[in-house]
């Protein structure tokens, strides 16, 4: 009697322990917050062809009217359609949403840009990385190491730091920065080279 209730304890426990890795798997979790019904538009394995094209340059206002630039990003919303997530995002016709505040952002300035050396690993398409490890101030790939630019550290929140494919594209607005694009998402960041290991 006390061999069957053992039993039956045991399938039981592993019954709600298979349900739970299935309720994880279904919601996106794998230690990270689910961003709801995610379209099939963004993400999934796309990869952009190219990165984004330049912003174009707005033109100069007159000296008297200058005033101090507000944040770009304040208050943005990147989910341009219903299920794309709220970080910026590629979409598949190679549409880069959020990536058009142009060299004017004082956010992505940087005194000494390609300090650490550029990236020579390779861009694009052709190139998938697989990440080895780290978090978002640190994290690498093939003896690459990278940094997350500090205004995009709420956009990858949800990236697995040591399994996520990323693709490194040339920023052409920003001195000093690439943009890692997140494969499994389709989200990407502003990422500074640290150098080889």
């Not at 206002?61 to 970080?87: I, T």
């Not at 861009?123 to 190491?145: E, I, T």
């Not at 040591?162 to 594209?169: E, K, L, R």
Request: some cysteine; charged content about 20%; aromatic content about 12%.
């Amino acid at each position: 009697m006390k061999q069957t209730v053992w039993l039956v304890s045991v399938l039981l426990l592993s019954c709600a322990f298979v349900a739970a890795q299935e309720k994880g798997r279904e919601s996106g979790s794998h230690g990270q917050q689910s961003r709801g019904q995610q379209s099939r538009d963004v993400g999934h394995g796309y990869v952009p062809s190219r990165g984004p094209k330049p912003t174009p340059s707005r033109p100069q206002s007159r000296p008297e009217a200058v005033h101090p630039a507000p944040n770009p990003q304040a208050n943005r919303n990147f989910a341009d359609k219903s299920g794309h997530p709220e970080a910026p995002h590629v979409h598949r016709n190679g549409q880069w949403v959020g990536h058009d505040t142009g060299r004017a952002d004082p956010r992505y300035h940087l005194d000494h840009p390609w300090e650490h050396g550029r990236f020579t690993g390779g861009f694009g398409k052709g190139h998938v990385w697989r990440l080895a490890g780290g978090g978002p101030s640190r994290f690498w790939f093939n003896g690459f190491y990278f940094s997350v630019a500090p205004p995009d550290l709420a956009y990858c929140g949800d990236w697995l730091w040591n399994s996520d494919q990323i693709v490194v594209y040339a920023d052409p607005d920003h001195d000093g920065w690439y943009l890692a694009y997140n494969v499994r998402l389709g989200t990407y960041v502003h990422v500074m080279f640290l150098g080889n290991g």
